[in-house]
Nanobody, 122 residues
């Protein structure tokens, strides 16, 4: 139906940068919101950033000024540029994309990526 493939995670020192990508493929008639969540061990999955179809963005307070979310609608891809990384940013990062999967039904359904590990060493 719809597959989300994430890439770009890894190990980086504090103060460094990483760029995550998430490509959506499959039966796609439209995409609305695209976002990134993260989950550290023992914690709930929390919103990091989201971007709507018009380019409007929202960020968690903890990442404002350091992370930037963007999207390429032609490629069905969402990005997360992460700068000035801190050890507390260490988590598995998941993309979430709301997709319209049929021509007749105008509803959008959420899909999740498999997650990519980001580890920031101090």
């Amino acid at each position: 139906q719809v597959q989300l493939v994430e890439s770009g995670g890894g190990l980086v020192q504090a103060g460094g940068s990483l760029r995550l990508s998430c490509l959506a493929s499959g039966t796609i008639f439209g995409i609305s919101d695209m976002g990134w969540f993260r989950q550290a061990p023992g914690n709930e999955r929390d919103l990091v950033a989201v971007i709507n179809s018009e380019g409007g963005t929202h960020y968690a307070d903890s990442v404002k000024g350091r992370f930037t979310i963007s999207r390429d609608n032609a490629k069905n891809t969402v990005y997360l540029q992460m700068n000035s990384l801190k050890p507390e940013d260490t988590a598995v990062y998941y993309c979430n994309v709301r997709v319209r999967t049929t021509f007749i039904n105008r509803n959008y359904s959420p899909f999740w990526g498999q997650g990519t590990q980001v580890t920031v060493s101090s």
